[in-house]
């Protein structure tokens, strides 16, 4: 049939088409529409390692994969043969074993009458770039970790920290820490100024200016900080470590400040605790009225208080530095040390009685408390002692002791019985008996009892008359001395006593003062019995002679009337 002058050419493809399967940088395979190998470019020999393609002829096209692969393979030749485009990304190694990441194309090859004659995969070399998806992946997912570390460092970090966005330092983020501190408000989205009204005025304000309009960061120790912890609560002072820090974007420009700090609240009013108590404690040491010393570990004075340095004569500054040696008397020295030594090794505090070296020469008795200092860990870190100068103490102990000597000279050479009685009162508070706690010698001539200390009137005598208790227990419980005679039946004896109650209102204590009287009372009363016997003597003798007389009366008148008669008549 002849063609017109503008008639397109016919052109034959099949040149073109070997010369475009064999220019493609990728791996085209022709395959039968079995899955077979029939064809595979220069191109693809290359990247797949293949050294003869002869080897390969003709194989399933699926052997080439990993299995794991190899259902993707097979699915697309299938979508293919149906006319349709399958396509799938797998891993798949050259053939010596380099591994490679392939995105296939598979598509069916057509025959002039639209039959499908064969099939192409077109496989492209995507190792690089998966590599690079999965590097992006593999950092993305670092980054998430790490700002989810971040956020969770910012969460929960022991510091208190807030992010506040632009000029007005508006909060983006808070922390629990930070929330704590001013109360748990609500401060997301609001600037500074408004969600903290309170702190203008302390400075604050003007330091967070000051930050992101210069860049230059702000550190500040134990800052004092009025702050409104409560809603409707008054003002609370505290203390906070603070760091203010610029926040730049990419080019370097200021877009906000990372305030973060530490509330030292509790360590600066500890602090001022432990200075307030170290103040008193320097005050009473300097004002006590007993020494203080204390020592480091090898046994040399680092503190002295003013009458410690009164004791020994010395200035503060001659006994700083010195040695226990320097300041310890001979006898005294070695039993120091041992109980120093042991103190070191762990042993308990003790007390020492010793003697201390003056400046002048003289030898000071005193009594030492002494207490190791430790730290946290238990370590010896040096000692302190108490010292008490004991001068005057074994002076009156002297004199005490005499005192005491006389006393019991004069105690056992009285000729009275002497003893101390303690009260004993039942359930309803009245006197039941007496425990007897010391006497002299003559208390047994007085009393007939023996081995009486420790044990009651009651184990002794039961039988004492009551008069004995209630006069006892009223001494005890008045405090009112008596003085008094009576007879003990029980005992057989008569008393002459003395009692007064030994000690304060709450002592139950009394001492007794006595003599034995028994022998008196009998003379006495062989005296009242003799005088008993005159009088009834005398009185009969008054009877006798007022009888006598009465009877003499008559016998006499005569007489008595001759004699005046006789009278009258003168003296003729």
Same mark, same amino acid.
């Given at each position: 049939?002849?063609?017109?002058?503008?008639?397109?050419?016919?052109? =034959?493809?099949?040149?073109? @088409?070997?010369?475009?399967?064999?220019?493609?940088?990728? !791996?085209?395979?022709?395959?039968?529409?079995?899955?077979?190998?029939?064809?595979?470019?220069?191109?693809?020999? !290359?990247?797949?390692?293949?050294? =003869?393609?002869?080897?390969?002829?003709?194989?399933?096209?699926?052997?080439?994969?990993?299995?794991?692969? &190899?259902?993707?393979?097979?699915?697309?030749?299938?979508?293919?043969?149906?006319?349709?485009?399958?396509?799938?990304?797998?891993? !798949?190694?050259?053939?010596?074993?380099?591994?490679?990441?392939?995105?296939?194309?598979?598509?069916?090859?057509?025959?002039?009458?639209?039959? %499908?004659?064969?099939?192409?995969?077109?496989?492209?070399?995507?190792?690089?770039?998966?590599?690079?998806?999965?590097?992006?992946?593999?950092?993305?997912?670092?980054?998430?970790?790490?700002?989810?570390?971040?956020?969770? %460092?910012?969460?929960?970090?022991?510091?208190?920290? !807030?992010?506040?966005?632009?000029?007005?330092?508006?909060?983006?983020?808070?922390? +629990?820490?930070?929330?704590?501190?001013? *109360?748990?408000?609500?401060?997301?989205?609001?600037?500074?100024?408004?969600?903290?009204?309170?702190?203008? *005025?302390?400075? #604050?304000?003007?330091?967070? =200016?000051?930050?992101?309009?210069? @860049?230059?960061?702000?550190?500040?120790?134990?800052?004092?900080?009025?702050?409104?912890?409560?809603?409707?609560?008054?003002?609370? &002072?505290?203390?906070?470590?603070?760091?203010?820090?610029?926040?730049?974007? $990419?080019?370097?420009?200021?877009?906000?400040?990372?305030?973060?700090?530490?509330?030292?609240? +509790?360590?600066?009013?500890?602090?001022?605790?432990? /200075?307030?108590?170290?103040?008193?404690?320097?005050? %009473?040491?300097?004002?006590?009225?007993?020494?203080?010393?204390?020592?480091?570990?090898? *046994?040399?004075?680092?503190?002295?208080?003013?009458?410690?340095?009164?004791?020994?004569?010395?200035?503060?500054?001659?006994?700083? *530095?010195?040695?226990?040696?320097?300041?310890?008397?001979?006898?005294?020295?070695?039993?120091?040390?041992?109980?120093?030594?042991?103190?070191?090794?762990?042993?308990? @505090?003790?007390?020492?009685?010793?003697?201390?070296?003056?400046?002048?020469?003289?030898?000071?008795?005193?009594?030492?408390?002494?207490?190791?200092?430790?730290?946290?860990?238990?370590?010896?870190?040096?000692?302190?002692?108490?010292?008490?100068?004991?001068?005057?103490?074994?002076?009156?102990?002297?004199?005490?002791?005499?005192?005491?000597?006389?006393?019991?000279?004069?105690?056992?050479?009285?000729? &009275?019985? /002497?003893?101390?009685?303690?009260?004993?009162?039942?359930?309803?508070?009245?006197?039941?008996?007496?425990? /007897?706690?010391?006497?002299?010698?003559?208390?047994?001539?007085?009393?007939?009892?023996?081995?009486?200390?420790?044990?009651?009137?009651?184990?002794?005598?039961?039988?004492?008359?009551?008069?004995?208790?209630?006069?006892?227990?009223?001494?005890?419980?008045?405090?009112?001395?008596?003085?008094?005679?009576?007879?003990?039946?029980?005992?057989?004896?008569?008393?002459?006593?003395?009692?007064?109650?030994?000690?304060?209102?709450?002592?139950?204590?009394?001492?007794?003062?006595?003599?034995?009287?028994? $022998?008196?009372?009998?003379?006495? +009363?062989?005296?009242?019995?003799? $005088?008993?016997?005159?009088?009834?003597?005398?009185?009969?003798?008054? +009877? #006798?002679?007022?009888?006598?007389?009465?009877?003499?009366?008559?016998?006499? $008148?005569?007489?008595?009337?001759?004699?005046?008669?006789?009278?009258?008549?003168?003296?003729?």
């Amino acid at each position: 049939m002849p063609q017109d002058h503008d008639t397109v050419p016919i052109i =034959d493809t099949n040149p073109l @088409g070997l010369q475009l399967f064999e220019s493609s940088p990728d !791996c085209l395979k022709l395959l039968s529409n079995e899955g077979h190998v029939l064809a595979m470019n220069k191109n693809g020999i !290359c990247s797949l390692e293949i050294d =003869d393609f002869s080897h390969f002829s003709g194989a399933p096209w699926r052997s080439f994969w990993p299995a794991e692969s &190899q259902g993707m393979v097979d699915a697309a030749m299938a979508t293919a043969s149906r006319g349709g485009t399958g396509q799938f990304k797998a891993f !798949c190694p050259t053939a010596k074993g380099a591994p490679r990441w392939w995105e296939v194309v598979v598509t069916a090859v057509r025959a002039d009458d639209g039959r %499908i004659q064969n099939l192409l995969a077109v496989s492209r070399n995507v190792t690089a770039a998966h590599e690079a998806d999965v590097q992006r992946d593999r950092l993305l997912k670092e980054l998430q970790a790490a700002n989810a570390r971040m956020a969770d %460092i910012f969460r929960q970090a022991p510091a208190f920290m !807030c992010v506040l966005n632009g000029p007005e330092h508006v909060f983006e983020l808070v922390n +629990e820490r930070y929330l704590q501190l001013v *109360g748990n408000r609500d401060l997301v989205g609001q600037p500074v100024r408004q969600a903290l009204p309170e702190i203008g *005025g302390q400075g #604050f304000f003007e330091l967070l =200016d000051g930050v992101y309009r210069t @860049g230059a960061p702000f550190t500040g120790t134990d800052m004092p900080v009025m702050l409104q912890r409560h809603p409707g609560a008054p003002l609370e &002072q505290r203390f906070v470590d603070l760091v203010y820090m610029a926040l730049r974007d $990419a080019d370097g420009k200021i877009t906000g400040l990372l305030a973060h700090g530490v509330d030292q609240t +509790e360590r600066k009013l500890a602090e001022n605790r432990l /200075f307030d108590s170290r103040e008193r404690f320097a005050k %009473i040491v300097g004002q006590a009225a007993t020494g203080v010393v204390e020592m480091d570990t090898q *046994g040399r004075i680092t503190f002295v208080n003013q009458k410690y340095c009164d004791m020994l004569g010395h200035t503060e500054a001659e006994l700083i *530095g010195a040695s226990v040696a320097d300041v310890t008397a001979s006898d005294s020295l070695r039993p120091t040390l041992a109980r120093i030594a042991s103190l070191e090794a762990g042993g308990p @505090g003790f007390v020492i009685d010793k003697h201390y070296l003056r400046k002048d020469g003289s030898l000071m008795p005193a009594t030492s408390s002494v207490n190791a200092l430790r730290g946290a860990g238990g370590e010896f870190q040096g000692l302190v002692a108490i010292v008490l100068d004991t001068t005057e103490t074994q002076q009156a102990a002297q004199a005490l002791r005499a005192s005491e000597d006389r006393y019991r000279t004069l105690f056992e050479s009285m000729d &009275q019985g /002497f003893s101390i009685i303690e009260m004993l009162f039942d359930e309803d508070g009245r006197p039941a008996d007496y425990r /007897f706690l010391e006497m002299n010698a003559m208390f047994e001539r007085h009393t007939g009892l023996a081995g009486a200390t420790g044990k009651t009137i009651r184990e002794l005598v039961p039988d004492l008359d009551r008069f004995w208790f209630d006069t006892y227990g009223q001494v005890a419980l008045t405090g009112k001395a008596v003085r008094f005679e009576n007879e003990a039946t029980a005992m057989g004896r008569w008393f002459d006593v003395y009692a007064t109650r030994l000690g304060g209102a709450d002592s139950r204590k009394v001492a007794l003062l006595f003599s034995d009287i028994t $022998a008196r009372r009998l003379a006495e +009363e062989q005296l009242r019995q003799l $005088a008993a016997d005159l009088s009834d003597a005398d009185r009969r003798k008054t +009877e #006798f002679l007022a009888t006598l007389a009465h009877e003499l009366r008559n016998p006499l $008148a005569p007489i008595r009337s001759g004699l005046g008669f006789m009278r009258l008549a003168g003296d003729n």
